[in-house]
């Protein structure tokens, strides 16, 4: 079946590092991929997505690329801040087949930025 | 805001007790979405709708667990006889039906705590 995996946190930076989550998935065919953002005390919300192989999401700074090639949806920014520090989790939708359009989540990293 | 709401947020009961959770969906979404998230761990499907009708269902869904969505808008999640394993988030998305461009939605979740 569908998987997603993430690498494990939590993951510390300083402010203004540089980001990479690193995300890689396992399914059949030509899945969406997306990105979603849990703040604490919030609910998930979606950060970014990608529906086809090469293209590349993004917002508020963040990037990822869908590579069919390696399976992996990265996520990246260039500078983050103290309020980036959040859990991100990588999630996939199969590809329509008329049936399942649930997402498959991955346990999430949780990301810590300090001044 | 419009967002999905979720009613309650918190909800404490005691092991054998019966427990309902609400979801009210974005109003012109017609997908209705229900996960459960344990700490540390990413969300994960227990079954969806289209309009009224119920798609889907996992195996995590037992037969304790019962979902409706009466008239295509709000919908309920009962857990009957609940156990200390049934402490989770759970969470409900909605979506419009949008071939290849389906985006989940999600409320702030209820936390449940079987004691």
């Known amino acids: 079946g569908d998987s997603v995996t993430q690498m494990e946190g939590p993951v510390t930076l300083s402010e203004e590092a540089f980001l990479t989550i690193n995300c890689t998935y396992t399914a059949t065919g030509y899945p969406s991929l997306f990105w979603y953002v849990q703040y604490p005390g919030e609910g998930l919300q979606l950060l970014l997505k990608?529906?086809?192989?090469?293209d590349k999401g993004s917002n508020k700074g963040f990037e990822a690329t869908y590579r069919k090639e390696t399976t992996s949806f990265h996520l990246e920014k260039g500078s983050v801040q103290v309020s980036d520090s959040a859990v991100y989790f990588c999630a996939l939708r199969g590809e329509l087949t008329g049936g399942g359009n649930k997402l498959t989540f991955g346990t999430g990293t949780q990301l810590k930025v300090e001044l | 805001d419009t967002g999905v709401s979720q009613d309650p947020r918190h909800k404490i009961t005691k092991r054998g007790q019966n427990v309902t959770f609400r979801c009210d969906p974005i109003?012109?979404?017609?997908?209705l979405y229900w996960y459960r998230q344990t700490l540390g761990q990413g969300p994960e499907f227990l079954t969806y709708f289209q309009n009224e009708a119920q798609l889907e269902k996992s195996r995590l869904l037992s037969d304790r667990f019962s979902a409706e969505r009466p008239k295509g808008s709000f919908s309920t999640l009962e857990i009957q006889r609940t156990e200390q394993g049934d402490s989770a988030m759970y969470l409900c998305?909605?979506?419009?039906?949008?071939?290849?461009?389906?985006?989940?939605?999600f409320g702030p979740g209820t936390r449940l705590l079987v004691l």
């Open positions: 998305a909605s979506s419009l039906a949008l071939p290849a461009q389906e985006t989940q939605y």
């Open positions: 990608a529906t086809k192989a090469d």
């Open positions: 109003s012109e979404h017609n997908r």
